[in-house]
């Protein structure tokens, strides 16, 4: 009966998360697409405990067993979130899909460096939602016409290049080749570009 239960009050929490999830992204503004989910999954965890405490169907269930059941349903929804419209809002995997659809299902392997400098990041106006998205996740300032990291940044930015270096994989396939390049990013001819605020 427990397990009955707990599987319809799941399948309520799955309706009630898209549903709100649904009216946000219709009738509301949205800063960045995964806050914005994550505040739906808050906002339907909300209403799962207020389900918990109002309706006596769920009284079989004890405080423990309520707490765990919201969790679940709070690790799903964040599971979902990040799965669903972050990934496809993010993904250069599903962007390469659906170029290749939209170029009538293929496009030659040489002429792939220009779909992404001519064509990616003008369709997804990808500076633009990156920077908003940092300066929202409070990692990166803009201060006359300069974007400069913030505590939080360098923070993050240390905890990047130590993962990045140490454990990510050092023999990775990249077009048939194993390799250690996305463990060191950047070469010292980097250090040369003319970009750097004064």
Known sequence: MKITKALFIFGIYLVVLCLIYYIHIQYFQVDVVF???LMDVILANIFILIIFS????????NIFEKIQLILI???????????????????????ILEKIEQRGGGIKLSRFEEVFTKEYAKEHRLVDVRLTE?????????????????KRG?????FSQFFRRNLLPKQRLLMGQ???????????????YDYQCN
Do not use: M, W
């Open 134 to 150: 940092q300066q929202k996740s409070a990692t990166v300032k803009i201060e006359n016409d300069c974007v400069k990291l913030t």
């Open 35 to 37: 806050y914005s989910a």
């Open 54 to 61: 109002k309706i006596k169907f769920f009284s079989l269930f």
């Open 178 to 192: 194993y390799t250690d390049d996305l463990t060191h990013l950047f070469s010292d001819e980097d250090s040369f």
């Open 73 to 95: 349903c709070l690790l799903a929804g964040y599971g979902l979130a990040i799965s669903v419209p972050t990934v496809i809002d993010r993904s250069l995997s599903f962007y």
């Open 154 to 158: 360098e923070i993050l930015v240390s």
